[in-house]
């Protein structure tokens, strides 16, 4: 009889063992899962600081500049370090840039691409594209000698221009001195009869002094006008192009972050993508800062075969004929591990575009309330706070040391899928932890195009290989 009870006794401790161990499995899954399918972040981490913090990591390739963000520490304009982000004014005019680029590319879809003529008889057609907030400055040098200046990047813009004495019109206040063609000793104007000037979009000419004319309107309605030039312009000590075509701004209105212009990286002919094709092969990467307060890189070039073996790449694709912008084959979007029920075909018309100039990602309306809604449902146990109007699901975080929320996926039509970097998913409306928000906005047309935003692209280098029709992504790039 003592046998059986102790028996009993064993067997009970026995059970009772395998089930504690089986309760702890199953702990160990649902926290393996949370961590692959959550972000758990210290949001003070997510908060520039009063002093530049260079990054450790970075490009090794030779041609590789600096890039920071304009209202950060570690930016060469002093005038915005004395000034609090307008995260307002940034928000509008990131709207501004998303509406000149759906007008451009309606307009194209339709068949007419003539976006109307100029005033002035001696001044090119209006050619409207898109500047918008402009986060990120490089340095280049133009000229002999070389005179440093400090360029915003964009993907989107297809001519590199910069303000040029003597300023004919009007030049805005600019950190660098202003660029002055009479002490570049390999400084030329290009001429109305060349082929350069034929070739450039709605060009004209001024008579009297034979000179090639240029002009842009951005979506903001500021505007460069000038002299449609070529110079010598360093990169590098080891990259030097003689004769890069550029535009000499000699009205430029508009304008007041400080900048000296802008360095043109789209597909067209005159970008700096296509001008300095013969060395690098229409090949380029970036990596945008994961704060303000860090720096990341622009690098001309392929990568190397031991960095390639990171990348995963997606096809480029063109969204209609003559457009300049990247292109990329959406399909999909997980939040959490789970695909959203989003119809493939939301994407497709007019098509996704990957922009280093918007600042916020655009969704078709039907996909941003699908990820809205599961963002929500994840974000449950957080305090909601009303948006801004274009930021519409906001939380007050402060309370808390640290935050989980969902893994958020871009999901590719040849099968890549691309998680977003922590950084990329939130927005920290009010500079402080008051108001985070959900970094997306949805269309409010389902013919409006998706466009994968700045914000979403941080920390992760993202390599164009023009040549070869794809872009590819490295997660941790700076």
């Not at 930016?75 to 370090?81: A, D, G, I, R, W």
């Not at 008889?121 to 000229?143: D, E, F, K, M, Q």
């Not at 409006?448 to 040549?467: P, S, W």
Request: with cysteine; hydrophobic share 35%; charged share 15%.
């Amino acid at each position: 009889m003592r046998f059986f009870i102790i028996l009993s006794i064993l067997i009970s401790l026995f059970l009772y063992s395998l089930d504690k161990a089986f309760a702890s499995a199953g702990d160990s899954k649902e926290r393996l899962l949370q961590q692959q399918y959550t972000h758990t972040v210290d949001l003070r981490s997510l908060l520039p600081s009063n002093t530049c913090n260079p990054s450790t990591k970075g490009n090794k390739r030779k041609t590789s500049l600096e890039l920071v963000h304009k209202h950060g520490p570690c930016s060469h304009l002093p005038q915005h370090k004395a000034t609090a982000t307008n995260h307002t004014q940034i928000l509008e005019q990131d709207q501004a840039r998303v509406n000149s680029i759906n007008s451009r590319i309606s307009k194209k879809l339709n068949g007419n691409d003539d976006l109307g003529q100029s005033e002035a008889t001696t001044l090119p057609s209006r050619w409207a594209t898109s500047r918008g907030a402009g986060n990120y400055i490089v340095t280049v040098g133009l000229g002999t000698p070389n005179k440093p200046l400090s360029l915003e990047f964009d993907t989107g813009s297809f001519l590199t221009w910069t303000q040029c004495q003597p300023c004919v019109s009007h030049c805005y206040p600019q950190n660098d001195p202003i660029f002055d063609p009479a002490a570049s000793t390999s400084y030329s104007k290009i001429s109305c009869n060349s082929a350069e000037c034929a070739q450039l979009r709605r060009s004209q000419c001024s008579p009297a002094a034979n000179t090639c004319l240029y002009q842009v309107i951005y979506g903001d309605e500021s505007y460069t006008i000038g002299f449609f030039s070529k110079d010598k312009l360093t990169l590098t000590p080891d990259a030097v192009f003689d004769g890069f075509l550029f535009g000499c701004g000699q009205e430029n209105e508009g304008f007041h972050d400080g900048s000296a212009g802008l360095l043109g990286l789209s597909r067209d002919k005159y970008s700096i993508v296509e001008q300095t094709a013969e060395k690098y092969g229409r090949s380029f990467s970036y990596c945008l800062p994961q704060t303000a307060s860090s720096t990341g890189y622009l690098t001309f070039g392929s990568p190397t075969v031991a960095s390639n073996a990171a990348i995963k790449y997606t096809r480029l694709t063109t969204l209609s004929s003559g457009s300049t912008y990247y292109g990329l084959n959406l399909v999909g979007i997980n939040v959490k591990g789970q695909k959203l029920s989003i119809p493939a075909s939301v994407f497709s018309s007019p098509g996704t575009i990957i922009d280093s100039g918007t600042v916020i990602s655009r969704l078709p309306p039907t996909a941003f309330s699908a990820l809205r809604d599961a963002f929500q449902a994840a974000m449950k146990s957080y305090p909601s706070v009303p948006g801004d109007g274009f930021l519409d699901t906001c939380y007050d975080l402060s309370g808390y040391p640290t935050v989980t929320y969902p893994k958020i996926e871009f999901v590719f039509g040849d099968g890549v899928t691309l998680t977003l970097d922590a950084t990329g998913i939130i927005y920290l409306l009010d500079g402080t932890m008051k108001q985070v928000c959900l970094a997306f906005v949805g269309n409010d047309d389902a013919d409006e195009l998706t466009i994968f935003g700045n914000t979403q692209q941080k920390n992760m280098e993202v390599l164009y290989d023009v040549a070869g029709e794809r872009v590819g992504f490295a997660p941790g790039g700076c």
